[in-house]
């Protein structure tokens, strides 16, 4: 089979009215977020991609207008390539149905979709949904994932999720209900794309690999007791081969390294 490329882009985070006070201080202090997307997006204008995965917090806590211009960012640059989303605890579920899918709906539930692209199936479950910063997959979702996985196209599946099942740091990761862990193990979910962390990974759970990504808003390191915010910013280049497998590495756009602020984990 014909070798697929893809970009895995997370944590955007642009900038909207409603922001956070943080958010609004990396824009102003730092680089505004939307400078950092339109420069990866122009780099991946020349990739020839086959499509593009973007894991949530798209727009931090935006309306749909916001959606709306995010969306046409990407048209502008990557005309034709299909996205793909997950979203985040800082999207808001209306107004991406809005804006990004132009959808007229007040709907703010659970965001789930299936698409196929060139025989991959890609699932997106809305992991913040019940569980914000921590995240969770309720029955609901393992629900629409099985019945998803029921009809296997060529290439198998992928999942797409905000947070990662895996991580640097233990107290950073995910815990997958049993029954998440026991889909994986019937073999039709070939990876998962994840985000959230800001900062890029690469594990594996019930023997399939887990890819996350870092983000274009600004960096965390994860160490063992906090997360430092830092200036830095990365995407995720990824290929499937014609054998089956995934592979991904990081694209880090890393100025000097400049210290945000520090969370302790306890805090």
Known sequence: MEEIRFAHVSDTHIVAAGSSAFIHRVQREVRDPLENLAECLAALSC????????????????????YRRYRALFHRYLP?????????????????????????????????ACAQV?????????????????????????????????????????????????????????????????????GGVK??????L????????????????????????MEPDASVYTNCYSYNMCRLDGQGRFSAWPVVVDPARRVLQVKRIDE
Not at 85 to 111: I, K, S, V
Request: with cysteine; charged share 20%.
């Open 191 to 196: 990876a998962v794309f994840a985000g959230h």
């Open 47 to 66: 990739q020839n991609l086959d499509f593009l995965l973007l894991t949530g917090d798209l727009i931090h806590e935006g309306e749909a207008e916001d």
């Open 118 to 186: 060139k025989g991959l199936q890609i699932i997106s479950l809305d992991s913040p949904y019940t569980d914000g910063m921590r995240g969770g997959l309720p029955a609901d979702q393992l629900n629409y994932l099985a019945r998803q996985l029921e009809n296997q196209p060529p290439r198998g599946s992928i999942v797409l999720m905000h947070n990662p099942s895996v991580a640097q740091q233990p107290w950073g990761a995910m815990v997958p209900p049993e029954e998440y862990r026991a889909i994986l193990r019937q």
């Open 80 to 112: 034709g390539v299909s996205l793909c989303c997950a979203l985040g605890n800082h999207d808001r579920r209306a107004a991406f149905r809005q804006g990004f899918l132009d959808q007229q709906t007040l709907d703010e539930g659970p965001y789930l």
């Open 198 to 221: 800001h900062s890029a990974y690469y594990g594996w759970l019930e023997d399939v690999p887990q890819f996350t990504a870092g983000s274009l808003a600004f960096g965390i390191d």
